[in-house]
Nanobody, 122 residues
Framework: QMQLVESGGGLVQTGGSLKLSCAVSGRPFSIYVMGWFRQTPGKEREFVASISPNGGRTYYADSVKGRFTISRDNAKSTLYLQMNSLKLEDTAVYYC???????????????WGQGTQVTVSS
């Protein structure tokens, strides 16, 4: 199985920034499209961003385009999400996972990490 450990979440004010990390193990990180997802109580998990194995292609949900940047360091088997200009609507638990190389927005594995909480306040 792929082990996923998210970190970097916290409490920030609107307009602030935060950088999330996802440490991956158990599978060869560099061969997978990877992505970030988020979920709030009462809502289904939604796609946020994804990145190709070599980092050359990225995709973002319309709600975060221009504000979030996904990146990866294959040597460290780590995925990142730089979040800027945070809004109240960004409040959620953020998760990472491998992503389908066919659509770049569907999670590949059914097992998820613990996630990291991001809370944006005014």
């Amino acid at each position: 199985q792929m082990q996923l450990v998210e970190s970097g979440g916290g409490l920030v004010q609107t307009g602030g920034s935060l950088k999330l990390s996802c440490a991956v193990s158990g599978r060869p990180f560099s061969i997978y499209v990877m992505g970030w997802f988020r979920q709030t109580p009462g809502k289904e998990r939604e796609f946020v961003a994804s990145i190709s194995p070599n980092g050359g292609r990225t995709y973002y949900a319309d709600s975060v385009k221009g504000r979030f940047t996904i990146s990866r360091d294959n040597a460290k088997s780590t995925l990142y999400l730089q979040m800027n200009s945070l809004k109240l609507e960004d409040t959620a638990v953020y998760y990472c996972n491998a992503v389908s190389s066919s659509n770049y927005r569907t999670s590949l594995f059914g097992s998820w990490g613990q996630g990291t909480q991001v809370t944006v306040s005014s």
